[in-house]
C-alpha cells in the first residue's frame, strides 16, 4: 500500500540555522499539508498546498516558514532561521480528496 | 476557530473488552467532516474512521465504530473487541467542508491490558 514518506527521520540543528524536511506524497494525491506537534501537545495545523499554491495558513506559519513543490514530486517546509521553539515533530499529510489526510511518519526537529 | 475537546486524557480497557472514547466540538457549520486518528508509539497518525456530517448513519470500520450526534455535537469512537495493537493515542479531528484545515484534539492515550 502506497505511503507519504518524509526525511530526515530526525534533524538537529542550531538555533538560527535553516532547515529543510522533506515529504513525498502518495503519487496521485493533490493536496498537501504541514502540522507540527510539539511533545507532549496535539497536533497544530501550518499550512495547505494544492495547484501548486498556499491554500490555507496558521498564525503559526509566519514569514519564517516557506512550503514549494519544486520537482512536482517531493513537497518542502523551510524554515529560514530557526528558534528553540521550533523544535516538534512535523508532520507531512497528502490526500487525492479535499476531505481526507494520510500522513507521513513525521520529521523529528530539535533545535539546540 | 473550531475547537475540538476529547475530555478523556487517558483510557484503559481489558483486551477483548469493549472501550469508548469521547470527542465533542464545536462549529456553527452544518457541513463537514470528523475522524479519529490513532497514533502508536512510532508517531506516525493513521486513519481510524471518517464520517461525514450529511450522513445519519453511523460510519463503522471492522471492530472500530462511531456514535456521531450531530445536534450534541459529539463523536464517540467505539473499539470493540480491543486489542494489544489497538493501544495508542487516538486523536479526534474536524475539518469544514469548505476549508482545509484539520483541527485536531488533545488526544486521548489508549492502554490496553492483556
Known amino acids: 500500500e502506497p505511503e507519504v514518506t518524509q526525511t530526515p527521520s530526525h534533524q538537529v540543528t542550531q538555533m538560527g540555522q535553516e532547515v529543510i524536511l522533506r515529504c513525498v506524497p502518495i503519487?496521485?494525491?493533490?493536496?498537501f499539508y504541514w502540522y507540527r506537534q510539539i511533545l507532549g501537545q496535539k497536533v497544530e495545523f501550518l499550512v495547505s498546498?494544492?495547484?501548486?499554491?498556499?491554500?490555507?495558513k496558521s498564525e503559526i506559519f509566519d514569514d519564517q516558514f516557506s512550503v514549494e513543490r519544486p520537482d512536482g514530486s517531493n513537497f518542502t517546509l523551510k524554515i529560514r532561521s530557526t528558534k528553540l521553539e521550533d523544535s516538534a515533530m512535523y508532520f507531512c499529510?497528502?490526500?487525492?480528496?479535499?476531505?481526507?489526510?494520510?500522513f507521513g511518519p513525521g520529521t523529528r526537529l530539535t533545535v539546540t | 476557530a473550531q475547537t475540538v475537546t476529547q475530555s478523556q486524557p487517558e483510557m484503559s480497557v481489558q483486551e477483548a473488552e469493549t472501550v469508548t472514547l469521547s470527542c465533542t466540538y464545536d462549529?456553527?457549520?452544518?457541513?463537514?467532516?470528523l475522524f479519529w486518528y490513532k497514533q502508536p508509539p512510532s508517531r506516525q497518525m493513521i486513519l481510524v474512521i471518517r464520517?461525514?456530517?450529511?450522513?445519519?448513519q453511523n460510519a463503522t470500520e471492522n471492530r472500530f465504530s462511531v456514535n456521531f450526534q450531530k445536534a450534541a455535537k459529539s463523536f464517540s469512537l467505539k473499539i470493540s473487541d480491543s486489542q494489544l495493537g489497538d493501544a495508542a493515542m487516538y486523536f479526534c479531528?474536524?475539518?469544514?467542508?469548505?476549508?482545509?484545515?484539520?483541527?485536531f484534539g488533545t488526544g486521548t492515550s489508549l492502554t490496553v491490558i492483556p
Open positions: 499529510a497528502t490526500g487525492l480528496a479535499s476531505y481526507e489526510q494520510y
Open positions: 503519487s496521485n494525491h493533490l493536496y
Open positions: 498546498f494544492y495547484n501548486n499554491e498556499i491554500s490555507e
Open positions: 462549529t456553527s457549520e452544518s457541513d463537514y467532516y
Open positions: 464520517q461525514e456530517a450529511y450522513k445519519q
Open positions: 479531528a474536524y475539518r469544514s467542508a469548505t476549508g482545509n484545515q484539520f483541527y
